[in-house]
């Protein structure tokens, strides 16, 4: 079955760091663009960050840049996503997804977690 | 930076039509995709490039695009159609955006 998984939310406090996984099944994320997108609570849908197959490219939203490193581990099949210096407005549900067409992005996502709740707070 | 507009809610009765709009700036000159997603899930993919359907996905939901409106539209609109659709873009200054969702209640 093609699907990821993610892992690694929880509390932290402002300032803080985590560091989310999305495993990845049934497919190679070294052929697909991968991306994070987050859901505050009640709130809609922000796309985050992304990463192309072969890690060369990283893109970010502005609200990120400079805190939040997006990274891949082809071997574990994962893509993981560390923040640092959290803010209360990162507190989300975190969700990782597949760009659906192989080595191409500018598209739509077409596997996606279960997702993954960080909540920062003091 | 690019956006994309939808309604807050709208309103179908079983057995009807709803129709979800999205709209933005030259839209039509952009792939749109559309998600649903209900209480408690994760997002799912139920229409991309305007106005194809992933495998799964009812022949009900049927998506169009052009000018600056993009529509979803659920035909025979069943109770279980009921919950949040997003459209999406990519933009080459913003790589992807997201509406800000549309509740659809089926009354």
């Known amino acids: 079955e093609v699907q990821v998984v993610e892992s690694g939310g929880g509390l932290v406090q402002p300032g803080g760091s985590l560091r989310l996984s999305c495993a990845a099944s049934g497919f190679s994320v070294s052929n697909y663009w991968m991306t994070w997108v987050r859901q505050a609570p009640g709130k809609g849908l922000e796309w985050t960050a992304n990463?192309?197959?072969?890690?060369?490219?990283?893109n970010y939203v502005d609200s990120v840049k400079g805190r939040f490193t997006i990274s891949r581990d082809n071997a574990k099949n994962s893509v993981i996503l560390q923040m640092d210096s959290l803010r209360v407005e990162d507190t989300a549900v975190y969700y990782c997804?597949?760009?659906?067409?192989?080595?191409?992005?500018?598209?739509?996502?077409?596997?996606w977690g279960q997702g993954t709740m960080v909540t920062v707070s003091s | 930076s690019y956006e994309l507009t939808q309604p807050p809610s709208v309103s179908v009765s079983p057995g009807q039509t709803a129709s979800i709009t999205c709209s933005g700036d030259q839209l039509g000159n952009k792939y749109v995709s559309w998600y649903q997603q209900k209480p408690g899930q994760s997002p799912m993919l139920v229409i991309s490039e305007d106005m194809k359907r992933p495998s799964g996905i009812p022949e009900r939901f049927s998506g169009s695009n052009s000018g600056n409106t993009a529509t979803l539209t659920i035909s025979g609109t069943q109770a279980m159609d009921e919950a949040d659709y997003y459209c999406?873009?990519?933009?080459?200054?913003?790589?992807?955006?997201f509406g800000a969702g549309t509740k659809v209640i089926v009354l």
């Open positions: 999406q873009v990519w933009d080459s200054s913003t790589f992807y955006v």
């Open positions: 990463i192309k197959y072969d890690g060369s490219d990283k």
């Open positions: 997804a597949r760009e659906k067409v192989p080595m191409i992005t500018a598209d739509a996502f077409d596997i």
